[in-house]
C-alpha cells in the first residue's frame, strides 16, 4: 500500500526552540495532507488541512502562527513548532490524501505516517 | 453540525465477539471508515463501507446502514493484539474525514 512518511520520529527539546517536523508521501502525490495532535489517552485531533501550493486551512482555536505549515510540493509537507513550550508536548501525526477518493484504492483515502512524538522541557 | 459518536471504552473476552457501534451525522455522505490504533502508534485503516450491508474482512466485518446513519465494526475471534482504539470516520460530501473521539478495547484472558 501507500506509504507516508515523518521524520523524525521522537524529537526532546527546549522550552522556546523551534521543531520542524517533515511529512513525505513516498508513492504517491499528495494534493492535500492533514496535521493531527493527539494528547494521550484521547482521540485525534485534526490541526489543519495542508493544500500543495496554497495556504493551510487551520481548525477553530489551532494558533497559524505558531503551527506553520508548508506544502510546497506534492510529496512534502513541513509542519514547524515554533517557540514550543511544554504544553505542547504531544504525539504529531500526518496523513496524506490520495488525488480522487474514487481512484484505485478508495478504501483508503488516507494514509498516515507514523507520527512524531514531541517533548518539550 | 456534523458528529459521530461511538463508546468510549468496551471490554470483552480473549476469543469473543465484540460489536463496536458507531453513529453519523455528517453534510453529505461518501463512506464509512474504520481505522485501528494501538497505543502510541499512529491508526491504520481497517474498512470502507458506502453501499448498506455487511463487508467481511477475515476476523473483522463492517456493516452500515444510510438510512439510520449507523455503523459497527464486528470483531470475531479476539485476540490479545487486538486490545486496542477503533476510530470510526465518516466523509462528508466535501471527501474530508469527520473523526469519531475512538472507542477503547480492551481484552481480558
Known amino acids: 500500500g501507500a506509504v507516508v512518511s515523518q521524520h523524525p520520529s521522537w524529537v526532546i527539546c527546549k522550552s522556546g526552540t523551534s521543531v520542524k517536523i517533515e511529512c513525505r508521501s513516498l508513492?504517491?502525490?499528495?494534493?492535500?495532507m492533514f496535521w493531527y495532535r493527539q494528547f494521550p489517552k484521547q482521540s485525534l485531533m485534526l490541526m489543519a488541512t495542508?493544500?500543495?501550493?496554497?495556504?493551510?486551512?487551520?481548525e477553530q482555536g489551532v494558533e497559524k502562527d505558531k503551527f506553520l505549515i508548508n506544502h510546497a510540493s506534492l510529496t512534502l509537507s513541513t509542519l514547524t513548532v515554533t517557540s514550543a513550550h511544554p504544553e505542547d508536548s504531544s504525539f504529531y501525526i500526518c496523513?496524506?490524501?490520495?488525488?480522487?477518493?474514487?481512484?484505485?484504492?478508495?478504501?483508503?483515502?488516507?494514509?498516515f505516517g507514523p507520527g512524531t512524538r514531541l517533548l518539550v522541557l | 453540525g456534523q458528529n459521530i459518536d461511538q463508546p468510549t471504552e468496551m471490554t470483552a473476552t480473549e476469543g469473543a465477539i465484540v460489536q463496536i457501534n458507531c453513529t453519523y451525522q455528517t453534510s453529505g455522505f461518501n463512506g464509512l471508515f474504520w481505522y485501528q490504533q494501538h497505543a502510541g502508534e499512529a491508526p491504520t485503516f481497517l474498512s470502507y463501507?458506502?453501499l448498506d450491508g455487511l463487508e467481511e474482512k477475515g476476523r473483522f466485518s463492517s456493516f452500515l446502514s444510510r438510512s439510520k446513519g449507523y455503523s459497527y465494526l464486528l470483531l470475531k475471534e479476539l485476540q490479545m493484539k487486538d486490545s486496542a482504539s477503533y476510530l470510526c470516520?465518516?466523509?462528508?460530501?466535501?471527501?474530508?474525514?469527520?473523526w469519531g473521539a475512538g472507542t477503547k478495547l480492551i481484552i481480558k484472558p
Open positions: 495542508s493544500n500543495e501550493g496554497s495556504k493551510a486551512t487551520y
Open positions: 508513492d504517491f502525490q499528495a494534493t492535500t
Open positions: 496523513s496524506a490524501k490520495f488525488p480522487s477518493p474514487f481512484s484505485g484504492r478508495a478504501q483508503e483515502t488516507q494514509y
Open positions: 463501507n458506502v
Open positions: 470516520a465518516a466523509m462528508d460530501s466535501n471527501y474530508q474525514l469527520i
